[in-house]
């Protein structure tokens, strides 16, 4: 059997497609749309405009620029803007004929102010209600159910994954417009405390001199990796065993001494130099893509970001799966030794590899009295097989995809 060209075309049409399909740029799809330029332009200064790519299934209640200038009227703090703004940001998928079609005739949507864990109870929340005459009508929760701001239309869908509409002024919502402090005012234990780093951020207190070193580079510039709680809390009956200098030197190599948004991790791989990083004592590690995911490689584990906490220059602060462990301290794990090479190819051997191996076995860092963890080997073959893994539920709907287009050339 023979397949005319045709079929292969197809076939690369339905892979592209399958890739793209979930991809969006909510800048790009607002670039097209000047009245709502001052809109878009706050997105991305406020880095709200990452997180909503982020997400595959959101609403986008963009307002003009009149409205945007009503806004900026009262010199609100960048931070500020970014909780009002992300009180606009719905994490459900409301087209125009879903808003008209409302179970009920009201619905309550859940936006990225309340994920953030900024709200307080449920002020991250809005009420979206069908009214008399085609209106549909939108409340925060806070506005004691006043309504009076509008739908006015659809501005872009892309159905079930985003959906960008003008509402018709800004929603006004006195707990997201309240002043926010800078980042470097933030108490960083804090933050990481209220977000599943309780562990981390408590025995980082109780280390005077290491919180110290977080709290004076806050201001400059610095990057927190903070393990989530059950990474840390498995972690610590090895942690107490550390000296007391050996402690400090932990909890700050999860801290960088430069502002990293998750943007710029993804860009710029390879080794970076931490707070514990002094002279020789060089308490590196190395940031890796791993398709879509960054991960973190000392010589001992490989730690995956699991989530950002905070991401305001000069701060961010990420969750990450595991303990950063520190071959100064750590023992690093011993590498597979490459096969011997035939008796012919012995001239040929490279002499730099036996260099190394004798390096990493005299050097008096890697032979910390600290052991590596157990498991740690198997988690890194666990994480670099999923560099390679694949999405199976994409992959199915292309075997189908293949299927019928084979069927129908027969």
Known sequence: MQL???????????????????????????????????????????HLAGEINRRTTITVCAVDNAAMSDL???HPSIYTIKNILSLHVLLDYFGAKKLHQITNGTALAATMFQATGSAPGSAGFVNITDLKGGKVGFSPE???????????????????N?????????LPSDVA???????????????????????????????????????????????????????????????????????????????????????????NNGVMNTLATDGAS?????????????????????????????????IAIYTI????LPKEIFKAQAETPAPAPAPEE???????????????????????????PDGDVADQSADSNGAVGFDGARFGSLIVCVWWIVMTML
Do not use: W
């Open 321 to 324: 799966d595991k303990v950063l």
């Open 142 to 160: 806070d506005n004691n159910n006043k309504i009076n701001t509008y739908f006015v239309k659809s501005v872009k869908e892309i159905p079930y």
């Open 72 to 74: 900026l009227s009262t």
């Open 282 to 314: 060089k308490f590196d590690f190395t940031v890796q893509n791993d398709g879509t995911e960054v991960t973190l490689k000392t010589k001992v584990v490989t730690a995956k970001i699991t989530g950002t906490l905070l991401d305001e220059q000069p």
């Open 177 to 267: 417009a309240a002043p926010t402090p800078s980042p470097a005012e933030a108490n960083l234990t804090a933050v990481m405390s209220a977000h599943g780093c309780k562990v981390f951020a408590d025995t980082l207190l109780a280390d005077v001199d290491a919180e110290k070193i977080f709290q004076d580079n806050a201001e400059g510039g610095l990057t927190v990796f903070c393990p989530v709680d059950d990474a840390f809390k498995a972690f610590l009956p090895k942690y107490k065993n550390l000296t007391a200098a050996r402690k400090t030197a932990l909890l700050e190599y999860h801290g960088v001494p430069v502002y990293q948004s998750l943007a710029m991790l993804k860009s």
């Open 162 to 170: 985003l959906s960008i509409i003008q509402i018709s002024k800004v």
């Open 4 to 46: 005319r060209p045709v079929t292969f075309l197809s076939l690369l049409f339905f892979i592209s497609f399958i890739s793209i399909s979930h991809a969006h740029n909510i800048t790009r799809e607002l670039a097209s749309h000047p009245d709502f330029s001052t809109f878009n332009h706050y997105l991305t200064l406020t």
């Open 346 to 372: 012995a001239a040929d051997a490279p002499k730099a590899s036996k260099k190394k191996t004798k390096k990493a076995a005299a050097s008096p860092a890697d032979e910390a009295d600290s052991p590596s």
